[in-house]
């Protein structure tokens, strides 16, 4: 299995926006709160600013990272793409551009905050949810990379 990761294109919108999407429809804990086409036009707009890189495997797009500065705003896998090493192959490329990262995962993704805390990510900061559009409770987690030498 050869998975290529590569910048997104404006093209990239629609499978991003879908992956995304399909997201919420799978977790009975994640409201619904936009549709198929605005989640579309938000990927869009992330690809717009630079910020996503997609996982292609076989041609087509399974996966994608958008990346703000050091903040991880998205990392999403359609479902055949999951447990295959590709979110993995994601955040390792995030890891090499940047020496400290931070991001934000829902306390009910008990899936994601796995991954992440496997990774090194720490659990800096806990909310009520009230910051975020989906009003759910959240955990703020940030990596830093250990310099050589470093235990």
Not at 90 to 103: D, F, I, T, V, Y
Not at 123 to 143: C, F, H, K, M, T
Request: aromatic residues 8%; proline residues 4%.
């Amino acid at each position: 299995m050869t998975v290529a990761l590569r910048p997104a294109r404006s093209t990239d919108a629609g499978k991003t926006g879908a992956i995304l999407h399909s997201f919420a429809r799978e977790n009975d804990w994640m409201p619904e709160l936009h549709s198929e086409a605005e989640t579309i036009a938000f990927c869009g707009r992330m690809i717009d600013l630079g910020w996503v890189t997609v996982a292609e495997l076989q041609g087509n797009v399974v996966g994608f990272l958008a990346l703000n500065e050091t903040e991880i705003h998205s990392l999403y896998l359609a479902v055949p793409a999951r447990g295959r090493g590709i979110g993995q192959q994601l955040l390792n490329h995030a890891k090499a551009q940047r020496p400290e990262l931070s991001l934000f995962a829902f306390q009910a993704n008990h899936p994601a905050r796995r991954f992440y805390e496997r990774n090194g990510f720490a659990e800096v900061a806990r909310s009520d949810g009230s910051g975020n559009d989906e009003n759910l409770p959240d955990i703020r987690y940030v990596w830093k990379r250990k310099e050589e030498g470093d235990g």
